[in-house]
T-cell receptor, first 118, second 118 residues
């Protein structure tokens, strides 16, 4: 079974600054996907960024980028030029890339509460 | 194109009552997933359904919980004889049919139903 660990329950950052959220995971598989989801106060889950494990290049989406270290099983999220609208819970999640039983299940960490301070 | 819809958004039940949570997937999506988020926790997979079929209910409590996704109408998550420990946010996600050669289908989440058991 896979596990996802987010060791920072809460973080804060000044507006326009950069912040990095940490995530580690445990799996015996070689092929999988990793995700960062954002959950603002409205509680809607929004996909921020996705990384395929077989790709060495780190994924980027505008101000959001990841640092994927496969050997270390680490998947951190960097938010540049933080904005007030980035205030939310951020969840790291794992999904296997193999078809078959359980291949569709997302396994989530417990989340990091990010506050952007004006 | 409307997103995943869930209703009600908030549901209050007394211990021993029944709770029915509804999920309408995105147009064209035939796969539905239910997740539960307990306070201070990440989302946990409960059940995966396709039209008229339960594919995987390995995350569902063995008693009092059931799910269906009929040919017509929304998917229903039903909790009988609710207890205080059932208080949580219940999220539904949907995805399209898996494309041949593509191992990943993004799950689109609804806004969730917050169940409070008094």
């Amino acid at each position: 079974a896979q596990t996802v660990t987010q060791s920072q329950p809460e973080m804060s950052v000044q507006e326009a600054e950069t912040v990095t959220l940490s995530c580690t995971y445990d799996t015996s598989e070689n092929n999988y996907y990793l995700f960062w989801y954002k959950q603002p106060p409205s509680r809607q889950m929004i996909l921020v960024i996705r990384q395929e494990a077989y790709k060495q290049q780190n994924a980027t989406e505008n101000r959001f980028s990841v640092n994927f270290q496969k050997a270390a099983k680490s998947f951190s999220l960097k938010i540049s030029d933080s904005q007030l609208g980035d205030t939310a819970m951020y969840f790291c999640a794992f999904m296997t890339a193999y078809s078959g039983a359980g291949s569709y299940q997302l396994t989530f960490g417990k989340g990091t509460k990010l506050s952007v301070i004006p | 194109n409307a997103g995943v819809m869930q209703n009600p958004r908030h549901l209050v039940r007394r211990r021993g009552q029944e709770a029915r949570l509804r999920c309408s997937p995105m147009k064209g999506h035939s796969h539905v997933y239910w997740y539960r988020q307990l306070p201070e926790e990440g989302l946990k997979f409960m059940v995966y359904l396709q039209k008229e079929n339960i594919i995987d209910e390995s995350g569902m409590p063995k008693e009092r919980f059931s799910a269906e996704f009929p040919k017509e109408g929304p998917s229903i998550l039903r909790i009988q004889q609710v207890v205080r420990g059932d208080s949580a946010a219940y999220f539904c996600a949907s995805s399209p049919s898996r494309t041949v050669g593509v191992s990943y289908n993004e799950q689109f989440f609804g806004p969730g139903t917050r169940l409070t058991v008094l």
